[in-house]
């Protein structure tokens, strides 16, 4: 992975963080919305991969759409930090 995916992707993951943070009863479901929100203001839409270039991405489709695996890491990484709040 080049060096500037892995940090746009790290610099994505402390975003979601941070909303977690200022709003942790939003839900996965609720910050997944505002995810794909986001992504569209940006342009970008859904496509099979992940494609920077072409600005697509597969989570782009509804929560209910998304697979389980999806949802699981995006629930374990609310309640992560959540978890390390409260330490």
Known sequence: MRLATT?????TMLLS???IIENP??????SHEEWTMKK???????????DEKLMTHPAMVPYSDL???VKAKDYI?????KELLAI
């Open 25 to 30: 009863e939003q839900t996965p479901e609720q």
């Open 77 to 81: 990484f609310s309640e992560l930090v």
């Open 40 to 50: 569209k203001q940006d342009g970008w839409q859904y496509g099979l991969i992940k």
């Open 67 to 69: 697979s389980f695996e």
């Open 7 to 11: 940090l746009k992707s790290h610099g």
């Open 17 to 19: 963080g941070k909303k």
